[in-house]
C-alpha cells in the first residue's frame, strides 16, 4: 500500500465524519435515525475502490469506537455501535467494498446507470441486510417487521445514491482513482 492510498483512506474516514455534520432525524417510531453518514460507504467505495473504500470505514468506525463524538448528532462510543444503528454502522466496511467491488469489475462500461445500480445494490441491498439483521437480533423482533420499519428510509438512501453516482463519475472523468 502506498502512501498515496493512506491518505485517501483518511481523506475518506474524513468524509465520514464530516457527514455527521447534517444533523440526523430522529423518527418518533423508529430507533434508528435518518443520517447522511450512509453517504459515505457510497462515495468511498465508488471513488476509491474495494480495498481502500472498506479501509476508509474501517478506519472511521474504529475512530469513533474511541469515543470521538464524529457520529451523526455528535456521538461516538463502542455504546453507538451497540445500539439500535450498530448493523449499519458495521455494515458500512462491507458496503464500501461490494459497491468498489462492482466499480472494479464494471469500471470499462462504468456510466451513470450501471454506477447508480452498482451503489444500490452495495449502499442499500447490503447495508439494509446488515442492518435489519441486527435491529432484528437487539430488538428480538421478526425480520420482516424490521423490514417494514425501514421503508421511511428508501427514498433518503436512493437519493443518496444519485448523488455518490454522479460523483462517482465526475471523478472516474476527470481524475479517476480506481485502476483497473
Known amino acids: 500500500m502506498s502512501t498515496k492510498d493512506i491518505v485517501y483512506i483518511a481523506l475518506f474516514a474524513g468524509i465520514f465524519a464530516v457527514l455527521a455534520v447534517i444533523p440526523p432525524?430522529?423518527?418518533?417510531?423508529?430507533?434508528?435515525?435518518?443520517t447522511a453518514q450512509s453517504l459515505g460507504p457510497m462515495l468511498a467505495g465508488s471513488i476509491l475502490g474495494a480495498k481502500r473504500g472498506a479501509l476508509a470505514a474501517t478506519?472511521?468506525?474504529?475512530?469513533?469506537a474511541t469515543g470521538l463524538?464524529?457520529?451523526?448528532?455528535?456521538?461516538?462510543?463502542?455504546?453507538?455501535?451497540?445500539?439500535?444503528?450498530?448493523g449499519f454502522i458495521l455494515g458500512f466496511p462491507a458496503s464500501a467494498y461490494v459497491i468498489g467491488l462492482l466499480f472494479e469489475r464494471n469500471w470499462n462500461r462504468l456510466n451513470l446507470g450501471w454506477a447508480f445500480i452498482n451503489i444500490l445494490l452495495g449502499g442499500?441491498?447490503?447495508?439494509?441486510?446488515?442492518?435489519?439483521?441486527?435491529?432484528?437480533?437487539?430488538?428480538?423482533?421478526?425480520?420482516?417487521?424490521?423490514?417494514?420499519?425501514?421503508?421511511?428510509?428508501?427514498?433518503?438512501?436512493?437519493?443518496?445514491?444519485?448523488i455518490a453516482?454522479?460523483?462517482?463519475?465526475?471523478?472516474?472523468?476527470?481524475?479517476?482513482?480506481?485502476?483497473?
Open 25 to 34: 432525524i430522529l423518527l418518533p417510531f423508529n430507533p434508528v435515525p435518518i
Open 59 to 64: 478506519l472511521f468506525i474504529t475512530i469513533m
Open 69 to 86: 463524538p464524529i457520529m451523526a448528532g455528535g456521538h461516538g462510543g463502542i455504546g453507538v455501535i451497540m445500539g439500535p444503528s450498530g
Open 165 to 180: 453516482a454522479t460523483t462517482s463519475i465526475v471523478i472516474k472523468k476527470s481524475y479517476p482513482l480506481i485502476k483497473v
Open 124 to 162: 442499500i441491498i447490503v447495508l439494509y441486510i446488515l442492518g435489519l439483521l441486527w435491529i432484528s437480533i437487539l430488538f428480538d423482533i421478526q425480520l420482516y417487521k424490521a423490514f417494514l420499519s425501514s421503508f421511511i428510509f428508501i427514498p433518503g438512501d436512493i437519493i443518496k445514491a444519485m
